[in-house]
């Protein structure tokens, strides 16, 4: 019995989150009314004439470069007929032979392995209107405000052979995008769809079997969740000594069940031919250069400059890239003086676990970087609030009220005792108040340091400094042991 691969590749379309239509001037707002976002144009009426939409143009620029694609000098887009009640034009404005960008590339990583994946291309294209089975007698409804939203389409190489691997590229692409800041990915309300084409071969074979199409999965789960199925129906068939023919098929991710659409058109079908209403369009290397300037550093190579540049480790560079309003927020926590490292283990770890807490985001949470940095300038640096009551109170109590970290600390009364004398002070006070415990110490028990240490800290009430704390309770605790 011969063991199979599979091979696959994805088409993943991605609604531009522009503010307007990719062909007209009507809002591309979510959940309004049914049809209440529409004028001639997406509604196809005769007469009406598209104009392309300078800012999706940009947008596709954007994810071009970002998935290292050739980008052409000469596009066009051409008419990609068929019927469907949701589609009123009766044709898409899509991109056929001369699409903006091709050749590209995207990194992924599965189980800490890299790998490339190859994309054929990318085009432009616009979206079709909805249909709405419910609350319509038994019929049903066609909801145009979809119609024409700006959608990208990125095509890849078959160069995915897992269902783990296709889901790591549809997450990759969807981090890009959401990076760039061109798509909010919410695959919920369909902004970020996939169909996956899929084929197995006896493992050796290097040529492809016929290949059947998945369309419109609409989370990371169902992706891997329906390849698995897939493959195994299609190895299923080979075994029986079946064949699989080419079609089109929808998944059920309630029912987890994989049924034939149609069988499967090919481009002829769609007889394709230039869109007359809409002029080619001529990218210049001084349209390239513009965007080129405008792209923000991508989340790959901010994470090795991390690594490399400012010695962070793989797991803090990571968390800190994997969500651009986070490195954002390092990266000005940094100009104000503070040094990477501290500035990584606050916002990694103290400040992301206080956020987790008060289900808050770094972006949305109201805390100006300055602001964090002045706390933690006070900590790491100025040493005079202690790491304990910062993260306790200082920081939640900036949450709230917004009010600076020096301010918080002096009415709450944790600034550091930096007076020796006071210091001193309260440890004799402590080694006095103790007895026992001291005597446990002096009597040879080290470890009892440890809670002597902690009633100190207690009778200071979160204005200890630890560094100077301990060593001086030490020094004392053996002064006592020597004499004995
Ligand atoms: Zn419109
Ligand atoms: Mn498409």
Redesign the pocket.
């Known amino acids: 019995m011969p063991n199979y691969e599979a091979v696959m590749g994805l088409?993943v379309?991605a609604q531009l989150k522009t503010n307007t239509k990719m062909f007209c001037g009507c809002p591309t707002s979510f959940g309004e009314p049914p049809n209440t976002q529409v004028c001639p144009v997406c509604l196809g009426l005769p007469g009406s004439l598209p104009v392309v939409n300078a800012q999706a143009f940009e947008f596709a620029l954007k994810a071009a470069l970002a998935l290292h694609c050739e980008i052409v000098g000469f596009t066009k887009f051409d008419r990609k007929n068929y019927y469907y009640p949701d589609l009123p034009k009766n044709y898409?404005i899509?991109q056929f032979d001369l699409p903006f960008c091709k050749n590209g590339y995207l990194d992924i990583n599965v189980d800490g392995a890299v790998k490339r994946i190859g994309i054929t291309r990318i085009h432009m294209?616009e979206d079709a209107g909805k249909l709405v089975h419910s609350d319509h007698g038994g019929g049903s409804g066609v909801d145009l405000n979809r119609a024409g939203t700006p959608?990208l389409?990125i095509v890849s190489e078959p160069d995915l052979r897992t269902p783990a691997e296709a889901r790591a590229y549809m997450e990759a692409v969807a981090h890009i995008l959401e990076f760039l800041g061109i798509c909010d990915c919410n695959m919920q309300e369909g902004s970020l769809r996939c169909d996956a084409n899929v084929s197995v071969r006896p493992i050796g074979q290097t040529t492809l079997n016929t290949r059947r199409e998945i369309k419109n999965m609409n989370s990371f789960r169902y992706v891997e969740q329906a390849i698995e199925i897939e493959i195994g129906e299609q190895i299923g068939l080979y075994e029986s000594g079946g064949t699989v023919r080419q079609e089109t098929r929808l998944f059920n991710g309630d029912t987890g069940v994989i049924r034939t659409m149609r069988t499967k058109e090919d481009a002829q079908d769609y007889r394709y031919f230039p869109e007359p209403d809409l002029p080619p369009i001529v990218i210049t290397e001084a349209m390239i250069n513009e965007i080129k300037n405008k792209l923000d550093e991508l989340p790959e190579a901010r994470k090795q400059r991390y690594i490399n540049e400012l010695k962070l480790s793989d797991y803090d560079a990571k968390v800190l890239t994997d969500f651009k309003p986070m490195g954002d927020f390092f990266e000005a926590v940094l100009k104000e003086g503070v040094a990477p490292k501290f500035a990584s283990n606050w916002i990694t770890a103290d400040l992301q676990g206080i956020l987790k807490e008060h289900k808050q985001t770094i972006d949305t949470c109201g805390l100006e970087p300055k602001a964090v940095a002045e706390l933690i300038q006070l900590v790491e640096k100025d040493k005079k609030i202690n790491r304990a009551a910062a993260k306790e109170t200082v920081f939640p109590k900036m949450l709230e009220t917004k009010k600076s970290a020096l301010e918080i600390a002096t009415v709450e009364n944790l600034l550091i005792v930096a007076d020796t004398g006071a210091t001193e002070k309260i440890v004799e006070d402590v080694i006095e108040k103790f007895p026992k415990l001291v005597a446990d110490f002096v009597g040879g028990k080290d470890a009892v340091l440890n809670a002597i240490f902690g009633k100190c800290m207690g009778e200071f009430k979160g204005k200890g400094d630890p560094a100077v704390i301990r060593p001086m309770l030490e020094k004392k605790l053996l002064a006592l042991r020597e004499k004995k």
């Open positions: 088409e379309h898409q899509s294209e959608l389409e």
